[in-house]
């Protein structure tokens, strides 16, 4: 069930009246058979991984919270982390280790034991990176005495099944999630107001933006060869755009569903187009898992508290991760690895040159004519470079499905994109790219493109719903209807799968 | 609170439906479909040029060369001037829509209209949610579509998904879902839509082998599922003959007794009589190479008064219809079949023509 379905549509009224209409000690549950309706709703063997997840870690986080020892805490740990990261990588990662292992062996022309990869054939659970990495969470926390185990199964179970962020985030803490499902939520009618607005600002990032966008870097990417120079670049950036629209906007619906049950979820995007730096797009993007990766794994390799190589190597280390953990694919990991090279660059930079010079004149003439919306650029010119890694190997899939006569690798994409994005006195095939679905599909692109970057300036960091719905009741009707007809009307509807299900 | 709640939906739903049906009554039918825009503007503009237009899908549009019957008929002094307004991707129902629209534009001269019994209102899905589908149903061909599904033989989930179908474009259409770029494209860009769609003789006869030489329906770097179903046709010789053995089989089980889909007959001869109050007369045609059952069709077609049937499907009569040479993909005709078919129904046509045509004064 997509949140842009009229399955969802059906789905969400429907729950919504049961959740407020039973008993408030009786929400919990509700919450819980909801979650597992909408997750079977992809397949209903889904939910047998789901209820192992659950069961797992609700036993560790028992057992944990039953023993002083650290040893035996320490067992219960791996065993939780055994269990989800095996879920994880039996499903998502076995046949790009299995893969890699083959082509390693074959360069050696020695034989793999495993005959035939049959497993590449199992369809990955919908969001299960998601699924685990919040549950896995849980028990870290348990484990480190940051969250106190949940004692009661039920309360567990609406945990690992809150819907709204199940399947695509953000990945949401026990610590602040489980407290709030303890607690009996009555009908709102501030709170519906707040998330129907924030889940229409979501769709309408979706439908209007996202999926009008992948025309065209589709489209970019399937005629690799052909394009170059301003082309190149300007593709790169729709399809951040697209991501950026597509995830943040699955992300509003989510908070804004979730809010509608009078429930808060942590914010996952804050305005990254706004960043000033690659460090800090990196607080703006994805900012639950960013936090889950600094918290878990940045922090426990040491963090900035380490000598120079050895926090170079965890920068590093970490966006390795992250590529890794968004796909299970080589383009995928080195795409988050050149970020993750940047920020080590930059934080070299930072280290070594900007101490010594920042009490010089040069400096502070450097600081003055260079003003924020240039650092901005700067810092999504190096993103946009990254990125374009990114959707290379969904490229190559998507290529050899449709002439599997004549497949390509993923090198072959990349090398000439990469090539041609440096002839800057060129911009080929131009002028048929952005026509190609005509002047009117252009035209709307960009008029709500910028209506996106004039929306986000004017409120700030302060919440889009909280900005609007402050303002009189005049102005608020228009937007709701302006709103609305934009979904209606100029929403994409026949591109219905969200690009981060695939994670 | 609930009520308040509903309240202030069906308010905010109310305004977008009023602003959409504003939108749908300054539309011609026809806004979401470039060919249907073009097709029909040319006939509006030349209507009285013509005295009979064929309806239908592609089977018409790609199999029906007005040129050829004009001039059969001109030189048996029958004073036949025909347009072929016919579509890709019509049904059944769809064509009746084409047929109420078409009636609407004035045309003294217009005497004879062909209507093609050729489909069910089946469909395939991958049209749905376009803008090309979803303009082609209003209420009336919802109905339409819904008095006619329940009463096909196929399963209770078949026919309940495409009821769904209908009820969900008709819907879209109402709300221009998704579709505010495409009326634009309409308003603002209609006259630069590409004419090619009329054929080469500006006839509205276009055959696929021409469509082949010049692709201005899809993406020029593009391979065209149109070339496509040609290579498959080609290379699939098994699957040509059992579509030909199947459609023999329907033709040879075929008795005056089999029942006619009482709907589909009833829609047929509702579209007879109102033609013939306006004085037009009207012809069925039963075309070769339909996706539909012919055990289907057949009965419908043979339920039409006598004379105004015309019957060019028959492979034991027609084989060559069938045949690799004339055949473009498995449901069509090449240019060759094409000129075969139109001379056929000419043939066909002239006795049902010349006793009116001499008996004036």
């Given at each position: 069930m997509l949140f842009n379905s009229l399955h969802f549509f059906l789905f969400f009224p429907v729950f919504c009246y049961l959740y407020f209409a039973v008993p408030r000690r009786f929400q919990h549950m509700v919450l819980a058979a909801g979650g597992y309706y909408f997750y079977g709703s992809f397949s209903p063997y889904f939910t047998i991984i789901l209820l192992t997840i659950t069961c797992n870690d609700f036993i560790a986080g028992k057992m944990m919270d039953a023993t002083d020892k650290i040893s035996q805490k320490k067992r219960w740990l791996?065993?939780?982390?055994?269990?989800?990261?095996?879920?994880?990588?039996?499903?998502?990662?076995?046949?790009?280790?299995?893969?890699?292992?083959?082509?390693?062996?074959?360069?050696?022309?020695?034989?793999?034991?495993?005959?035939?990869?049959?497993?590449?054939?199992?369809?990955?659970p919908v969001g299960v990176s998601f699924l685990t990495f919040q549950s896995l969470s849980y028990t870290i926390d348990v484990y480190k005495g940051v969250t106190k185990a949940e004692q009661r199964f039920s309360y567990f179970a609406a945990f690992t099944a809150f819907w709204p962020v199940m399947v695509n985030g953000p990945i949401e803490r026990a610590r602040n999630l489980l407290p709030q499902l303890h607690k009996e939520h009555s009908f709102d009618y501030s709170n519906l107001q707040q998330g129907l607005f924030r889940m229409g600002w979501g769709l309408f990032k979706k439908v209007v933006i996202a999926d009008r966008l992948a025309f065209y870097v589709n489209d970019m990417y399937a005629h690799y060869n052909e394009v170059s120079g301003w082309?190149?670049?300007?593709?790169?950036?729709?399809?951040?755009?697209?991501?950026?629209?597509?995830?943040s906007g699955y992300s509003d619906l989510a908070l804004g569903g979730a809010k509608v049950l009078g429930i808060d979820v942590m914010e996952n995007f804050r305005r990254p187009f706004f960043s000033k730096n690659l460090a800090d797009f990196w607080t703006r993007w994805h900012i639950s898992l960013s936090t889950w990766l600094t918290d878990y794994v940045f922090f426990y390799l040491g963090a900035y508290k380490a000598k120079s190589a050895k926090v170079v190597f965890n920068v590093i280390f970490v966006l390795a991760i992250c590529g890794l953990w968004h796909g299970a694919n080589w383009p995928m990991v080195i795409s988050f690895t050149m970020v993750g090279c940047a920020m080590a660059i930059r934080y070299l930079w930072q280290n070594n040159v900007v101490r010594a010079i920042r009490p010089s004149n040069t400096y502070k003439l450097f600081d003055k004519y260079f003003p924020d919306w240039a650092h901005s650029v700067v810092t999504i010119l190096i993103f946009l470079f990254c990125f374009l890694l990114f959707r290379v190997y969904s490229a190559q899939m998507a290529l050899n499905a449709a002439h599997p006569e004549n497949p390509v690798s993923w090198t072959a994409i990349a090398a000439p994109l990469y090539g041609n994005l440096f002839k800057l006195h060129t911009a080929n095939y131009l002028t048929e790219w952005l026509l190609h679905k005509g002047t009117i599909q252009l035209g709307i692109l960009v008029f709500f493109i910028v209506v996106l970057f004039v929306v986000e300036a004017l409120t700030g960091d302060r919440k889009i719903e909280q900005v609007v719905l402050a303002k009189n009741r005049n102005f608020r009707w228009s937007i709701y209807i302006v709103l609305l007809a934009c979904i209606v009307w100029f929403g994409v509807f026949n591109n219905t799968t969200f690009v981060y299900f695939q994670y | 609170m609930i009520k308040q709640i509903l309240y202030k939906a069906g308010i905010l739903a109310g305004i977008i439906l009023i602003l959409s049906l504003v939108m749908k009554f300054t539309l011609p039918f026809y806004w979401g479909d470039s060919t249907q825009t073009v097709k029909f503007e040319h006939y509006k503009k030349n209507s009285e040029q013509y005295n009979a237009v064929y309806m239908g899908g592609s089977l018409e549009y790609r199999h029906i060369d007005p040129s050829i019957i004009d001039s059969t008929l001109q030189k048996?002094?029958?004073?036949?001037?025909?347009?072929?307004?016919?579509?890709?991707?019509?049904?059944?129902?769809?064509?009746?829509?084409?047929?109420?629209?078409?009636?609407?534009?004035?045309?003294?001269?217009?005497?004879?209209?062909?209507?093609?019994?050729?489909?069910?209102?089946?469909?395939?899905?991958?049209?749905?949610?376009?803008?090309?589908?979803?303009?082609?149903?209003?209420?009336?061909?919802?109905?339409?579509?819904?008095?006619?599904?329940?009463?096909?033989?196929?399963?209770?989930?078949?026919?309940?998904?495409?009821?769904?179908?209908?009820?969900?474009?008709?819907?879209?259409?109402?709300?221009?879902?998704?579709?505010?770029?495409e009326v634009m494209q309409f308003i603002f860009q209609k006259d630069t839509y590409e004419t090619g769609y009329l054929g080469n003789k500006k006839d509205g006869f276009y055959p696929y082998d021409y469509e082949e030489h010049r692709m201005f329906m899809e993406y020029q770097w593009e391979d065209t599922l149109i070339r496509q179903s040609k290579r498959e046709y080609e290379s699939n010789a098994v699957k040509r003959d059992s579509l030909t053995s199947e459609v023999r089989k329907s033709f040879e089980q075929y008795t005056d007794k089999d029942e006619a889909n009482a709907a589909?007959?009833?829609?047929?001869?509702?579209?007879?009589?109102?033609?013939?109050?306006?004085?037009?007369?009207?012809?069925?045609?039963?075309?070769?190479?339909?996706?539909?059952?012919?055990?289907?069709?057949?009965?419908?077609?043979?339920?039409?008064?006598?004379?105004?049937?015309?019957?060019?499907?028959?492979?034991?009569?027609?084989?060559?219809?069938?045949?690799?040479?004339?055949?473009?993909?498995?449901?069509?005709?090449?240019?060759?079949?094409?000129?075969?078919?139109?001379?056929?129904?000419?043939?066909?046509?002239?006795?049902?023509?010349?006793p009116a045509e001499t008996s004036a004064p």
């Amino acid at each position: 069930m997509l949140f842009n379905s009229l399955h969802f549509f059906l789905f969400f009224p429907v729950f919504c009246y049961l959740y407020f209409a039973v008993p408030r000690r009786f929400q919990h549950m509700v919450l819980a058979a909801g979650g597992y309706y909408f997750y079977g709703s992809f397949s209903p063997y889904f939910t047998i991984i789901l209820l192992t997840i659950t069961c797992n870690d609700f036993i560790a986080g028992k057992m944990m919270d039953a023993t002083d020892k650290i040893s035996q805490k320490k067992r219960w740990l791996f065993l939780s982390m055994a269990v989800n990261l095996g879920i994880l990588f039996t499903f998502k990662y076995i046949d790009f280790v299995d893969n890699n292992i083959r082509d390693l062996l074959g360069l050696l022309h020695i034989g793999w034991f495993v005959p035939e990869p049959w497993f590449n054939t199992w369809v990955v659970p919908v969001g299960v990176s998601f699924l685990t990495f919040q549950s896995l969470s849980y028990t870290i926390d348990v484990y480190k005495g940051v969250t106190k185990a949940e004692q009661r199964f039920s309360y567990f179970a609406a945990f690992t099944a809150f819907w709204p962020v199940m399947v695509n985030g953000p990945i949401e803490r026990a610590r602040n999630l489980l407290p709030q499902l303890h607690k009996e939520h009555s009908f709102d009618y501030s709170n519906l107001q707040q998330g129907l607005f924030r889940m229409g600002w979501g769709l309408f990032k979706k439908v209007v933006i996202a999926d009008r966008l992948a025309f065209y870097v589709n489209d970019m990417y399937a005629h690799y060869n052909e394009v170059s120079g301003w082309t190149t670049w300007l593709g790169a950036f729709f399809f951040l755009l697209q991501v950026y629209c597509d995830f943040s906007g699955y992300s509003d619906l989510a908070l804004g569903g979730a809010k509608v049950l009078g429930i808060d979820v942590m914010e996952n995007f804050r305005r990254p187009f706004f960043s000033k730096n690659l460090a800090d797009f990196w607080t703006r993007w994805h900012i639950s898992l960013s936090t889950w990766l600094t918290d878990y794994v940045f922090f426990y390799l040491g963090a900035y508290k380490a000598k120079s190589a050895k926090v170079v190597f965890n920068v590093i280390f970490v966006l390795a991760i992250c590529g890794l953990w968004h796909g299970a694919n080589w383009p995928m990991v080195i795409s988050f690895t050149m970020v993750g090279c940047a920020m080590a660059i930059r934080y070299l930079w930072q280290n070594n040159v900007v101490r010594a010079i920042r009490p010089s004149n040069t400096y502070k003439l450097f600081d003055k004519y260079f003003p924020d919306w240039a650092h901005s650029v700067v810092t999504i010119l190096i993103f946009l470079f990254c990125f374009l890694l990114f959707r290379v190997y969904s490229a190559q899939m998507a290529l050899n499905a449709a002439h599997p006569e004549n497949p390509v690798s993923w090198t072959a994409i990349a090398a000439p994109l990469y090539g041609n994005l440096f002839k800057l006195h060129t911009a080929n095939y131009l002028t048929e790219w952005l026509l190609h679905k005509g002047t009117i599909q252009l035209g709307i692109l960009v008029f709500f493109i910028v209506v996106l970057f004039v929306v986000e300036a004017l409120t700030g960091d302060r919440k889009i719903e909280q900005v609007v719905l402050a303002k009189n009741r005049n102005f608020r009707w228009s937007i709701y209807i302006v709103l609305l007809a934009c979904i209606v009307w100029f929403g994409v509807f026949n591109n219905t799968t969200f690009v981060y299900f695939q994670y | 609170m609930i009520k308040q709640i509903l309240y202030k939906a069906g308010i905010l739903a109310g305004i977008i439906l009023i602003l959409s049906l504003v939108m749908k009554f300054t539309l011609p039918f026809y806004w979401g479909d470039s060919t249907q825009t073009v097709k029909f503007e040319h006939y509006k503009k030349n209507s009285e040029q013509y005295n009979a237009v064929y309806m239908g899908g592609s089977l018409e549009y790609r199999h029906i060369d007005p040129s050829i019957i004009d001039s059969t008929l001109q030189k048996n002094g029958i004073d036949f001037r025909s347009y072929n307004i016919a579509v890709d991707g019509h049904t059944f129902v769809e064509q009746m829509t084409d047929l109420d629209e078409m009636l609407k534009i004035r045309n003294p001269n217009l005497k004879y209209v062909f209507i093609s019994i050729s489909s069910e209102p089946y469909f395939f899905p991958a049209n749905l949610h376009t803008s090309k589908w979803v303009c082609w149903h209003n209420a009336t061909s919802t109905y339409r579509a819904l008095s006619i599904i329940p009463t096909l033989e196929d399963d209770l989930k078949t026919r309940l998904k495409f009821c769904y179908f209908y009820v969900m474009s008709w819907v879209e259409n109402i709300l221009k879902i998704g579709f505010m770029p495409e009326v634009m494209q309409f308003i603002f860009q209609k006259d630069t839509y590409e004419t090619g769609y009329l054929g080469n003789k500006k006839d509205g006869f276009y055959p696929y082998d021409y469509e082949e030489h010049r692709m201005f329906m899809e993406y020029q770097w593009e391979d065209t599922l149109i070339r496509q179903s040609k290579r498959e046709y080609e290379s699939n010789a098994v699957k040509r003959d059992s579509l030909t053995s199947e459609v023999r089989k329907s033709f040879e089980q075929y008795t005056d007794k089999d029942e006619a889909n009482a709907a589909m007959v009833k829609l047929c001869m509702e579209a007879y009589n109102k033609c013939k109050k306006m004085g037009i007369r009207v012809f069925f045609v039963l075309p070769p190479r339909a996706r539909t059952n012919y055990s289907l069709l057949l009965p419908v077609f043979h339920a039409m008064p006598d004379d105004a049937k015309i019957e060019v499907a028959d492979p034991r009569k027609y084989p060559k219809y069938y045949a690799v040479d004339y055949g473009y993909n498995f449901h069509h005709l090449n240019y060759r079949g094409a000129k075969l078919q139109s001379h056929e129904m000419a043939r066909q046509l002239l006795p049902l023509l010349q006793p009116a045509e001499t008996s004036a004064p």
